[in-house]
């Protein structure tokens, strides 16, 4: 064996147990007792874990007059960091564009510079009979999954219309359509009825993005979805209504999958009214909600409403960036950090708070994103052949999740006064060590693009 990693407790999504791993040409080779090789790492008293998959992020995304901060370098980095080693970034079509197009120009921004690996989904933003024929190519070349944003009306937002025809066609090809699901009609209303009365606070923010236009979207949507037969993922869900509109769905037999990410389980709106404008940190869409959801959303995880955590890691800084909505709330970019501490958190809020198991959040973080986006059994899981991604997870390992003990390229931490139990001591891609004593040390561009394969859920 190239490598041997001894003495640890091997975690997959359904079994625990004690094991030598080998590793050979970069993928898991062996997995057995008293193993040799060429070099061996101890891992006594660690979790041996497949790599984190965040199946949500934002790298370089020009939204809202700026571009958020991390670009695939500085947020590849930092994801390796905190244990993940593939991350699904969202190229997005502009109006004008074909979807190869969209998709090049993201596959640019990452070429080079992705320090792990990385798919794609594409973002639908107009549907013709040329886009139809299109989304099959996409699946083709190893892009089977689209996003369609019920929200943000007068850029990304696309009508009913648009998301049934791309359910349809995704039945087809073996596609799956992901929707941000906010009714973007409603928000718009809202936003522009705040705005003219004088209300500046992002507190306005999330009023202006109620949990029902959030339930709404989210059962339209999944209701579209049964209506055609296609499978459908509903991102960044926040709040117990929307839950509900999943549970309906799954209960009629439909094809309904949802993602939460780890700020809507750890904090509540009050996060909005915090002096200073610090509450802009917080402004995203959907926004955070009333006491209630994150237990409802810890519920979903547990109990298997919800299926994968994602971050939408979209981070802008402070200065400068979240600053540019001070005297209006609408003009704050919406989005924040989060893929570097995805893990962590989730760790120390899921497994060590006693409200799951340490597989289901493998399951959580790692082997559901890998089943649901076409990527097992080469990612995701520990099963000869896979790849060697792997995160030696020292459970007992403490962390303070303030900027300065993190790698993401923002000028805050949204957690800074979080400690957490439950880090990665290393993390490997694909056979080789690329974060040591929580610094990155494999090789910036390293990171491959993953052709991923037809979903067929
Ligand atoms: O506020 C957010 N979520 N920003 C990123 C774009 C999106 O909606 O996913
Ligand atoms: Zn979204
Ligand atoms: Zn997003």
Redesign the pocket.
């Given at each position: 064996m190239d490598l041997v990693i001894k003495g640890g407790v091997i975690v997959t999504a359904t079994e625990s147990y004690r094991a030598d791993l080998g590793v050979e040409d970069g993928s898991i080779a062996l997995i057995g007792r008293n193993l040799s090789g060429d070099e061996v790492i101890d891992a006594s008293g660690m979790y041996v874990m497949p790599g984190g998959i965040d199946p949500?992020t934002?790298m370089e995304?020009p939204?809202m007059g700026t571009v958020?901060s991390d670009d695939f370098r500085t947020g590849t980095v930092a994801a390796a960091c905190g244990g993940t080693t593939t991350i699904i970034d969202?190229a997005i079509q502009s109006s004008g564009q074909t979807l190869r197009e969209a998709l090049e120009i993201w596959l640019e921004k990452a070429e080079g510079k992705a320090s792990i690996d990385y798919g794609m989904h594409v973002a639908i933003g107009a549907m013709d009979d040329e886009r139809m024929a299109e989304m099959g190519q996409m699946v083709e070349i190893g892009v089977p999954s689209f996003k369609i944003?019920m929200?943000?009306k007068g850029t990304?937002m696309v009508d009913d219309e648009t998301l049934f025809r791309s359910l349809l066609r995704a039945k087809e090809i073996g596609g799956l359509i992901t929707v941000?699901a906010e009714n973007g009609d409603l928000l718009n209303y809202l936003i522009n009825k705040h705005v003219a009365e004088g209300r500046k606070e992002p507190i306005w923010h999330a009023l202006s993005h109620p949990p029902e236009a959030e339930a709404e979207a989210t059962h339209r949507a999944i209701v579209l979805a049964g209506m055609t037969g296609a499978p459908i993922y509903v991102?960044?869900m926040t709040c117990a209504d929307a839950l509900e509109a999943v549970k309906t769905g799954r209960a009629k037999g439909f094809k309904v999958y949802g993602e939460t990410c780890p700020q809507y389980l750890i904090f509540t709106m009050d996060k909005y009214e915090e002096p200073d404008f610090e509450g802009a940190k917080y402004?995203?869409?959907?926004p955070l909600r009333e006491k209630g959801n994150p237990e409802a959303l810890w519920r979903g995880l547990a109990g298997g409403d919800l299926q994968a955590v994602g971050t939408?890691h979209?981070p802008f800084n402070f200065v400068g960036q979240k600053e540019m909505g001070r005297d209006n709330f609408a003009a704050i970019p919406?989005?924040?950090p989060g893929v570097e501490t995805r893990m962590p958190l989730l760790y120390h809020f899921g497994v060590n708070e006693g409200r799951f198991s340490v597989n289901r959040f493998v399951e959580l973080v790692s082997t559901g994103p890998a089943r649901l986006f076409g990527l097992l059994p080469r990612k995701g899981t520990i099963a000869i052949g896979a790849d060697a991604d792997l995160v030696i997870w020292d459970p007992d390992k403490e962390r303070r999740l303030t900027r300065e003990n993190l790698h993401m390229n923002v000028d805050h931490s949204p957690y800074e006064r979080i400690a957490v139990k439950g880090f990665p001591s290393l993390v490997l891609q694909r056979g080789e060590v690329i974060v040591r004593d929580d610094q990155f040390v494999g090789k910036v561009g390293a990171g491959k693009f993953l052709k991923r394969s037809p979903i067929h859920l």
């Open positions: 949500h934002h995304l939204f958020s969202f944003f929200a943000y990304f941000h991102v960044h402004v995203m869409s959907p939408d979209c919406n989005g924040m």
